[in-house]
Structures are given as C-alpha cells and as structure tokens.
C-alpha cells in the first residue's frame, strides 16, 4: 500500500520538495502580512457604529427600482454579510453580489493581498484591507473562516446574513477533487483516488495533518466549528442551532433558482439583480461518480455537515412554502427565461467551454492545482453596446473581477503562477 512505484517517484518527489519550498515561502509571507496587522485590534468599541451606518445609508445612490411593485413596501437591502462556503456555487453569488455591489456604489470589505481573508485561520477585522476600528462597510462576501464576533464589527446592525449549503457529498466529491492534492496524507493514494479514501479514511486522514479539513465537514469548518466533531457530539445540534440564529437566509446549491428567487425576496431585489450565468462549473467528466454505496460512506464520513444539511434544507423549504409554491414556479421561470435571454446576447456558442478554448485570459477562471478542469466562457465580439459591460461582468470569474474592484492578489497570484508553471509542467 505504502510503496511507491518507481514510475511514480520523481513527480512525487518534485511535488514534495516544491511542497514544502512553499510552504515556507507562504508561512514566512503570512508571518509578513499578519505582523502589521496585529497592532490594530482594539476593544468592544471597534463596532460600526449605527450613526456611520446611516450616513453610509444615505450616500447611497438612491435605488431605482421604485417601479416595481415590491419596492413600495420594502427597500432594498444594502448591507449584506454573504458567508461564502467552498464548493457550493457561491462563486455564482459572488458576482451577483460584486454587480449589485459595484451598481449601487457600495462598499465592500475586501481581504488584502489574496482573495480570502487568511483562510484557513479564523476572520479577523485586521484582515481587511483598510480596516481601522469604527469603519463600516456594506459587504462582506469573500471566503472565511466565519466569526461572528468579528464579522459584526464590520457591518451595520441591520445587515443581512446569507450563506449557502450542497449536498455533503457532492460537497466532498468536489472538495476532495479540487483541494486532495493539498493534503499531503492523500498522495500515497493511487489510481481510483476517491473511492479508496472513502473505503478507508483513517488511513490517509489525520485531523492535524496539513489541509485536512478540506476532506472532512468542511461545511461545519468554514462556519468556524470543529470539523473533526465526533457524531454524536451534542456541540453538532447547538453549532447548527446557533448559526439558525445568526442567519437570515441559508441557501440550498441543489435548488439554486429557487434560493436565488428566495434572495431576491429577503433582500427586496429586483429580478434583474440576481441574472446570472453559472461559474466555475467543472467538467462533468471530471465528477466521479460515487456508487450509492460510496455515497452512504461519504455521507457518514461528513455526518456532521450532513445534518447541518438536513437542518437547512428543512427551513428552506419552509420558506419556499411560506412564500408560495405556485409564485415560487413562475418567477423561477421568469429567472430561467431572463438567464436564457442573456445568454443567448453574450456567451460565443451559448454554453460553457473548456479553459483550453478560452480566448481571452481575462474570462479564464482559476484551475485546480495540477489539473485544469474548471469551464468557462468565451465572450461574444459583436454585443450591443447596450449590453457589452454587463456581459462583460457576468462573464468575469471571481479573482479577475476583485482585481477589476481595485483588490491587490499578489499573494493569490505568486501561488497561481508557481502552480501553473511547476504543477502543470
Ligand atoms: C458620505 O458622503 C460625504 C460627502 O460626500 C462624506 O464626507 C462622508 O464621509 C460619506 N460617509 C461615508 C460613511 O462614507
Ligand atoms: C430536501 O428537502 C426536499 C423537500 O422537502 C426533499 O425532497 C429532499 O429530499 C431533501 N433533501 C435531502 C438531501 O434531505
């Protein structure tokens, strides 16, 4: 099991001395980047305070959307905290929330450097680029280690809570497909990778080893708890029933348009907000497909995130009943017939295409290490001025459009660039 075949050694010793080349490169620059945040931590009074929140309110450009007939009993909300979790198509959300961001002249409390605030490490204040105590701002949407306590400091009190769940086990299938080559522990696996993990996880998984948590409820990780609980852990019912608290709207991946529309009614949006094509898809023959079998184990292997799943999609189906089952379906199909409709104006060939057919970088999304399994779009060349830039936007993957919003990814980019030259050599 252990032994390594001679065909196999110099790739995996390549990887292993770049490894850990990185790995003190990434430690040394993290050592860097905290050290100079560390001095501003301050006391209770660091909240935004609600009267700079209202000032921020009142600088808004005043919405537009007094036509329609919700904004008569609502208006729309501005102040937005998005718990963005891996592998659940929150990258879709993200550039939702980037245009209604941009649109509206918001401000977003964005990560400095990278495009997360030093996750795996829970969020601090001091992570956000220009952050000092008593600052607010509108949005908060790129990946964390949630921390409420932290989190609140941000915004103003009436800030809205939203994040999103997918099945644990499709969770899993992708986590373990995008991030396994970052777990050391898992490189002695061979050929059916998944499959011999989930037959037999205690072998190649340790909870201290480096990156574990992308293989084990990495749900109940991103939302700060501990995800090596064990499953009968009373801490798994208070965690899910604390975050039922602190969340006003738990999206459901598996019913996207249905969440979306969902969101479109907490938030008092207008259907044009939540438009959107899907990103960072992957290439479905990239997805394995796991036996029911190999489902029930990864089910019990993430039995945690599976009942924080279980929970949520209960209150999502309580809101969708709540909101209507009938009005439900024929906005998901206006949503539907609107996404077309773009569509068919901006995307060259109308689907999704493999990074190597991707023209322009620009509209190229981040690839897995070793791997480039990740669809994007080509954009039309002939669109009506009138929809170049919203074209333009919807098709702009996550890491080009925070730069496009005045982030600096330096940090992001030296690992993109080292895993793209030495990775994929
Ligand atoms: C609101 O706008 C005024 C004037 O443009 C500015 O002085 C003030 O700092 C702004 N407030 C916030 C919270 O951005
Ligand atoms: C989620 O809820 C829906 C509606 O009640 C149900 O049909 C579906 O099976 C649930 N999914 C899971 C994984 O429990």
Redesign the pocket.
């Known amino acids: 099991m252990f032994g390594l075949k001679g065909t196999k050694c110099t790739p995996v010793i390549r990887v292993l001395i770049l490894w850990v080349v990185m790995t003190n490169i990434m430690l040394m620059l993290y050592c860097l980047t905290n050290q100079a945040n560390v001095k501003i931590r301050g006391s209770q009074e660091d909240t935004c305070p609600i009267k700079?929140a209202e000032?921020?309110r009142?600088?808004m450009t005043s919405p537009s959307q007094s036509t329609k007939s919700q904004a008569e009993e609502c208006s729309p909300a501005l102040n937005i905290m998005f718990m963005k979790t891996h592998k659940t198509a929150s990258s879709t959300i993200l550039n939702i929330l980037f245009r209604f961001g941009e649109k509206h002249k918001l401000?977003f409390a964005f990560p400095d450097g990278r495009n997360d605030f030093h996750y795996p490490s829970p969020f601090l204040c001091s992570q956000v680029k220009d952050y000092r105590p008593g600052e607010?701002f509108n949005i908060v949407c790129n990946h964390m280690r949630f921390n409420h306590q932290e989190v609140v400091k941000l915004l103003p009190p009436d800030a809205v809570y939203v994040t999103i769940l997918r099945d644990p086990v499709d969770l899993f299938e992708s986590s373990f497909h995008y991030y396994h080559r970052a777990v050391p522990l898992t490189w002695r696996l061979n050929s059916n990778k998944l499959e011999e993990f989930l037959n037999n996880p205690q072998t190649f998984y340790s909870p201290e080893a480096y990156n574990s948590f992308y293989l084990k409820n990495l749900l109940f990780f991103d939302f700060g708890f501990d995800n090596n609980v064990e499953d009968d852990d009373p801490r798994i019912v208070r965690d899910i029933h604390d975050l039922s608290k602190k969340f006003d709207l738990v999206l459901i991946a598996e019913y996207f348009e249905e969440s979306l529309i969902l969101l479109k009614d907490t938030l008092c949006w207008t259907m044009e907000d939540i438009i959107y094509f899907k990103l960072n898809a992957r290439k479905s023959s990239s997805v394995s497909k796991l036996t029911p079998d190999l489902r029930t184990k990864a089910l019990e292997w993430n039995k945690a995130d599976w009942r924080l799943y279980q929970h949520f999609n209960a209150t999502f189906w309580a809101r969708v009943e709540a909101f209507g089952r009938e009005r439900m379906k024929r906005e998901v199909n206006e949503l539907k017939r609107r996404n077309a409709e773009m569509k068919a104006i901006c995307i060259e060939g109308g689907n999704a295409v493999e990074a190597q057919q991707i023209w322009n970088r620009h509209f190229l999304p981040w690839q897995p290490v070793g791997e480039s399994s990740i669809l994007g779009y080509n954009m039309k060349k002939d669109i009506h001025p009138k929809y170049r830039t919203t074209c333009e936007k919807m098709l702009t993957p996550e890491i080009q459009y925070l730069s496009d919003l005045g982030v600096s990814l330096w940090l992001t980019r030296l690992w993109g660039w080292i895993k793209d030259t030495v990775f994929t050599a």
Do not use: A, E, F, P
Request: hydrophobic residues 30%; contains cysteine; proline residues 0%.
């Open positions: 700079m000032s921020l009142k600088n401000k607010c």
